[in-house]
């Protein structure tokens, strides 16, 4: 398998939920609100022998009219048109802003040709929520559509993508073992967003069971050098994979 990020640039994040761009050559995190994150956003776009695959969607975010998700995949050679699997961890905005765009009726999947895989209980969940954490408007493009299909803990999708339900970091997170041969790629998405929180016991305020989300990391650091597993941080400015 052939991975990349798909990175959207940093940002800063706060009790606003708002993301605002950072630019780690310019701007002091000091000078932003007390408690503000330094994130990257990065999707990833995963080659296999039968698909594209495209694990969260970023924030969703144009720049000159064109989708950045959709200029990410075209500057590595890649069309939107191409991927044939979504895979979404959670739908917070800036893991689910890329699942469409458009407004109104002109509205459409930004994937014309995925499947969108995700828990239908989060997606319940991000309606009862809504924002700021959940852009319930944009999601309910996916209520009904033809191209979702809903997986839960335990599935496998095509037989090599395992679905584990994870719930640390919202309730109904799940999260991807993707194999192929001797290869193993993890993506926890928020459960999993950085090195630094794989390597150092690190309970979150913002996890909605942070023991949990701290455990699971735990856990699956042990197993990944177990079974060398390639694990995708969606967050993490300057490490976006680390092979255990
Ligand atoms: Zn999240």
């Given at each position: 398998m052939i991975f990349h990020p798909l990175s959207e640039g940093s940002f800063t994040i706060d009790q606003t939920k708002e993301f605002v761009p950072f630019d780690t050559e310019r701007d002091q995190l000091q000078e932003r609100p007390t408690g503000s994150l330094l994130v990257e956003i990065q999707p990833f776009v995963v080659k296999t022998a039968t698909d594209l695959l495209l694990l969260d969607t970023g924030l969703g975010f144009s720049v000159d009219g064109e989708l950045q998700i959709h200029r990410n995949l075209r500057a590595l050679g890649y069309a939107p048109e191409e991927v044939t699997k979504v895979l979404l961890s959670h739908l917070h905005k800036d893991h689910a802003g890329g699942i469409a765009y458009g407004e109104g009726a002109d509205r459409k999947l930004s994937f014309p040709q995925a499947t969108y895989y995700l828990s239908a209980q989060e997606l319940q969940f991000a309606f009862e929520k809504g924002m700021p954490s959940y852009p319930a408007d944009e999601l309910q493009i996916l209520v009904d559509h033809t191209q979702v299909r809903f997986v839960s803990d335990g599935d496998r999708i095509d037989g090599s993508i395992q679905v584990m339900h994870s719930?640390?970091?919202?309730?109904h997170h799940q999260v991807f073992l993707i194999r192929e041969g001797e290869q193993v790629l993890f993506f926890g998405g928020d459960e999993a967003p950085q090195l630094q929180q794989m390597k150092h016991r690190f309970v979150a305020k913002y996890d909605h069971d942070g023991k949990k989300a701290q455990q699971l990391r735990q856990q699956w650091w042990e197993q990944g050098a177990k079974e060398h597993w390639t694990i995708l941080f969606y967050h993490d400015i300057r490490q976006p994979h680390w092979s255990c």
């Open positions: 719930g640390g970091h919202c309730p």
